[in-house]
């Protein structure tokens, strides 16, 4: 009887519109290696692939080559699961439908998937994070957009299409503020990072009251922490304002679904209790009453440049494995 060989290690790519991420993943979550390349510098879908795939074989080529690889997987902004490619992505730099999978499949020879950011980073923590072991739950990504993936009866839900979870274009407020998808008062208006800037705006305006807001043109989550930290009485109401939008919509949400734990990651998550706790008070003022104080807040605890990478190794230790090389 001859022994099959197993293979013990995956490909994760993380895509963003700075830089391009590829690490080399094994079977426990370990990253062995990475590097990263410019992603602007590649504005032809054609080329940017070929710069991929090239990074992606001297790494392998670093570090125990091809043999031990059984498939890639990529995380990046809009983009389809079930269709493996990204499609119509606003802050990328090619437009339309990419089919990004087959692309890199072809050049090299591996099996490769491809997820969005918050589905991978759902698998990421899954498999590896604050959500082992459980079946219901839903991950929220705030950041420069709010995404969402839930997971039910221990499964992933994409929908139909590939687009479940969009929880962040579902309507917060009637004729709110102009979303980038061209509704109006979408619910990532009111919770990612341009959205707390809207609202830092607005609650300047009905007051003169001094402010370490009124000192920075383009607050980041991390200042916004340090502020409420310091007591600053503005600064506490723009999160209020924010957790109180954060906490009904994801009410609504979690009624449909009715999870174990909501888990929260990206950068505006980490300005923690000050958002977290007015949204988990407006939660539990509007989710279903039968589940009231039931659904668990938490925050991941991946940093975020390690996040996108684990998750995008989950699928692609995922998808069925092919290879020219075998």
Known sequence: MTQENIKTRVVGVDIKLERTTIAI??????????????????????????????????????????????????????????????????????????????????????????????????????????????????????????????????????????????????????????????????????????????????VLAESDEPSLLRQVEDVTPEELKTFCDQGDKLTIEVMNRTGYMLGLGLANYASVINPEAIIFTGNVSHIGDWLLNPAYEAFNSHVFHNIEGKVRFLLSNFEDSEANLLGASVLAWNVKEYSLFK
């Open 25 to 202: 993943v094994d079977v426990r979550g370990n990253v062995i290696s990475k590097s990263d390349f410019p992603t602007g510098c590649n504005p032809n879908a054609g080329d940017f692939i070929s710069t991929l795939s090239n990074n992606i074989i001297s790494l392998l080529e670093a570090n125990g080559g091809y043999e031990t690889i059984r498939s890639v997987g990529i995380c990046c902004s809009s983009a389809n699961f079930l269709t493996g490619c990204i499609e119509n992505a606003a802050n990328l730099p090619w437009k339309g439908v990419v089919p990004v999978a087959a692309m890199l499949r072809d050049r090299l020879g591996l099996a490769v998937a491809l997820g969005n950011n918050a589905h991978a980073r759902a698998l990421g923590e899954h498999a590896y994070g604050m959500a082992h072991g459980m079946k219901d739950f839903i991950l929220i990504t705030l950041g420069s957009g709010m995404g969402s993936c839930f997971f039910s009866n221990g499964q992933q839900h994409l929908g139909r299409d590939g687009f479940a979870g969009e929880v962040g274009h579902t309507c917060a407020k009637h004729d709110g503020r102009l979303c980038g998808c061209g509704n109006k008062g979408c619910l990532e208006m009111y919770t990612s990072r341009n959205g707390i800037r809207m609202t830092v705006q607005e």
